[in-house]
């Protein structure tokens, strides 16, 4: 499975973004899909994810209310809805594929993307 991750960009506090990320391969529809986020001079971390079958969503106490995850397996594509972005909401944005459980960690994604640069401005 192939990620590419897009729709980053330089957006003002309280604006919102929708970031997406296509997958190759036929069985995208299998996979449990997260987004993690790396600020600079910070760790990755978990931000949201979905189940295979989009049923169920997880999301860091960070974003909860604000950010919202979705897939289309018939577009191969999760989509993460970015809304009332706040200056500490700057980071590279990286897709995963791979997770069954344990969204949250992301030792248990096998497939990850380049990123996507998401920067709002203090």
């Known amino acids: 499975v192939q990620l590419q991750a897009s729709g980053g960009g330089l957006v003002q506090a309280g604006g919102f973004l929708r970031l997406s990320c296509a997958a190759s391969?036929?069985?995208?529809?299998?996979?449990?899909m997260g987004w993690f986020r790396q600020a600079p001079g910070k760790e990755r971390e978990f931000v949201a994810a979905?189940?295979?079958?989009?049923?169920?969503?997880y999301y860091a106490d960070s974003v909860k209310g604000r950010f919202t995850i979705s897939r289309d397996n018939a577009r191969n594509t999760v989509y993460l809805q970015v809304n009332s972005l706040k200056p500490e909401d700057t980071a590279v944005y990286y897709c995963?594929?791979?997770?069954?459980?344990?969204?949250?960690?992301?030792?248990?994604?096998?497939?990850w993307g380049q990123g996507t640069l998401v920067t709002v401005p203090a």
């Open positions: 995963a594929a791979g997770a069954l459980s344990g969204y949250s960690d992301p030792s248990n994604y096998a497939y």
């Open positions: 979905i189940s295979w079958s989009g049923g169920s969503t």
């Open positions: 391969g036929r069985t995208f529809s299998s996979y449990g």
